[in-house]
């Protein structure tokens, strides 16, 4: 979603703004542009519509060589894609602000600005802001006090860069929902929604926490909290990558990252299995003397991680006497919750920045919980510094804004939760055994099940003129299901939906035509006979049928059964090796559809935003 990078330093800062965006591209967003204080003290500003090679060609006819500078990419929220509605956004060419998040008084602003004799040259909430600035930058006021009355009076969540060419030697920053880091250098600071943007030019940061101002300039900062106070913040050295990722052989960093898949667990793995038992791999002080006293077990998270939860509930009441509740958390935020008893409240999110479920984490606390436990792939994101334990998966940079490896390492360590809880509980050591057993094996299977590409491949042709299909599971195979509809329906733009084998005669068979592909896993556990009569219900109506099962199953390829045989597998673990099949056929289709398929159209990767 919205990048934010900012610079002040004594050199020209236009090429570390640019490159900070390139960075940032994976995110999603529709348009970019910088703004520069130059050398006369006036602001520049150039905007694109498009990627950010569309800002670098204006930038390659109006080079810019100021010292201080915001830059953005933006993903709409308030007004359409268009460059009037790019950030930066300019005040009377004084004050240009960046903006991340959603300002949710925004109108009644707008109006009280309009009777000021504002003007408006867009339909964004972000020009409030900066109009909002300039209002509050009187004769003598600093830009830190005019932004620090401005914030104020907005509701909603922002993270802000703002200069002005009244203050060329200073960057404020704010902070309130959306992140923002504080990059230090040596005679230069930087400001970023994301430690990748900063990544080519320092290595040590400062995380603002929620309601943060900062003051930068080349050779300090200061930092006042919510309350006015002057706080010092840790200084962390970071160990991220750059996302500098060649593609190599790969024509799509989704195909690379499904490829990447078995390393990817492999290196989520490694050093916490022991010979039958799981090491104690969760960060934090006391974790296994809290698991013990685990009663409910609560799941939330958006997406992706969404039925990486709902996949984890299956698992958890099969292997353990804890209820586990999974909800999505944009409802949950803002449902009321009946009290419930020694609650362990676990958050999921690739990038640790959802909104949603950082909000959720945020109710949660003031509610009270036993404690919270964010599964993550950033260390160093807010959801996993705002909780009181983390449970990180290895999955490296993930490019693509279709989740593929996040999701089957964020499956992995929630096994790993499982068993921990189970260990903490002095209960069935023999399941733990046999869960550390399955784990051990899955790099290996993950390999065998990225063979039948060139197979899956060749069944894709089949949808490419398809506009509906229906995926089906049953068990833990439903939440397989509907991440294979949402994959297909993110990247080729297929309308896909997925429901349980089961509640087919409750209604969906009355879509069932040759036009409709139906697709469906059935690897070999209990409820397969299940599956095969539901299987039955579509072929004899006339439903063509593309089913990936297990080779044991007894399934015969026909005219309208087409069949991918899958190797045998654990139960435990069969919903992370089906996973892979779905996620080929995603691909596959959006590639012969000839759709962008590592950024989606209208999808962000990190969603900042409600």
Same mark, same amino acid.
């Given at each position: ?30 348009? %970019?542009? $910088? ?68 300002? =949710? ?9 309009? %009777?000021?004799?504002?003007? !408006? ?5 972000? +020009? ?5 600035? =300039?209002?509050? #930058? ?18 909603? @969540? ?12 200073? &960057? ?24 990748? %943007? ?6 040590? !940061? ?37 996302? /500098?990722? =060649? ?16 390393? @990817? ?15 104690? *791999? ?19 998270? *958006? ?65 009270? *919980? ?5 599964? *993550? ?20 940079? /993930? ?11 964020? #499956? ?7 068993? &921990? ?13 046999? #869960? ?10 993950? +390999? ?16 490419? +003129? ?31 939906? @997925?429901?349980? %084998? ?9 879509? $069932? ?22 299987? /039955? ?72 935003? /409600?």
């Amino acid at each position: 979603m919205c990048g934010i990078v900012g610079a002040i330093a004594q050199r020209p800062v236009t090429e570390i703004l640019v490159e900070g965006l390139r960075r940032l591209e994976y995110r999603g967003y529709d348009s %970019a542009g $910088v703004a520069v204080v130059n050398a006369d003290n006036s602001i520049k500003r150039i905007r694109a519509l498009g990627k950010v090679i569309e800002l670098e060609k204006k930038l390659q006819k109006q080079p810019q060589k100021g010292l201080l500078g915001i830059s953005h990419t933006r993903w709409a929220t308030h007004g359409e894609p268009a460059e009037r509605n790019a950030h930066p956004h300019l005040s009377r060419n004084r004050v240009a602000v960046v903006h991340n998040g959603i300002i =949710e008084n925004y109108e009644q602003l707008r109006e009280s600005l309009i %009777a000021k004799g504002y003007e !408006f040259e867009s339909e964004t909430d972000t +020009e409030v802001i900066v109009h909002l600035i =300039e209002s509050n #930058l009187v004769n003598g006021s600093s830009l830190f006090d005019a932004v620090k009355k401005t914030i104020s009076k907005l509701s909603g @969540a922002f993270a802000l860069g703002v200069i002005s060419s009244e203050h060329p030697d200073v &960057l404020v920053g704010a902070r309130q929902g959306s992140p923002l880091v504080v990059g230090l250098g040596l005679g230069e600071n930087f400001l970023a929604s994301d430690v990748q %943007a900063l990544l080519p030019v320092t290595t040590r !940061f400062i995380f603002l926490e929620n309601g943060d101002i900062v003051n930068i300039e080349r050779d300090k900062i200061r930092i006042e909290d919510e309350n006015g106070n002057p706080v010092e913040r840790e200084i962390k050295q970071s160990q991220a990558c750059s996302l /500098e990722s =060649e593609l190599g052989e790969y024509r799509h960093y989704m195909l690379k990252e499904i490829y990447e898949q078995p390393m @990817a667990v492999q290196n989520t793995l490694e050093g916490r299995l022991g010979r039958d038992s799981i090491n104690a *791999c969760i960060s934090g002080e006391n974790v296994m003397q809290t698991l013990a006293k685990v009663k409910q077990v609560q799941i939330v998270a *958006c997406g992706t991680s969404y039925h990486a939860g709902l996949i984890a509930r299956y698992w958890m009441e099969s292997l353990t006497d804890i209820p586990c509740h999974v909800e999505v958390a944009s409802e949950y935020r803002y449902r009321r919750q009946a009290p419930r008893e020694d609650v362990l409240f676990v958050t999921i999110s690739q990038s640790g920045e959802t909104a949603d479920t950082l909000a959720a984490l945020e109710k949660t606390k003031k509610l009270g *919980c036993l404690a919270s436990l964010s599964i *993550c792939n950033v260390d160093e994101s807010s959801l996993v510094r705002e909780s009181d334990f983390s449970l990180l998966t290895v999955a490296g940079p /993930e490019i693509g804004v279709a989740s593929t490896k996040a999701f089957t390492t964020q #499956l992995v360590t929630l096994q790993l939760l499982i068993g &921990l809880l189970i260990q903490a509980k002095n209960d069935s050591p023999e399941k733990v055994a046999q #869960l550390v057993a399955d784990l051990k094996k899955l790099p290996a299977l993950l +390999e065998q099940s990225l063979e039948h590409d060139s197979a899956i491949e060749q069944m894709a042709e089949d949808f490419i +003129e398809k506009h509906n299909a229906l995926f089906l599971g049953r068990g833990d195979q439903y939440p397989v299901a509907m991440e294979g509809a949402l994959k297909l329906k993110e990247i080729s733009y297929i309308h896909a939906e @997925a429901y349980p %084998a089961g509640e087919l005669k409750h209604g969906p068979l009355a879509l $069932v035509d040759s036009e409709m592909p139906i697709v469906a896993v059935a690897p070999n556990t209990v409820l397969l006979e299940k599956l095969k009569s539901n299987l /039955e219900e579509v072929r004899s109506r006339g439903g063509v049928l593309y089913l990936f099962a297990d080779k044991s199953a007894g399934i015969v390829e026909q005219d309208n059964i087409h069949l991918i045989e899958m190797d045998e597998v654990p139960e435990g673990i069969a919903p992370i090796i089906y996973t892979i099949p779905l996620q080929l056929l995603s691909y596959h289709v959006a590639v012969f559809k000839g759709t962008d398929v590592d950024k989606p159209r209208n999808l962000a990767k990190s969603v900042t935003v /409600e």
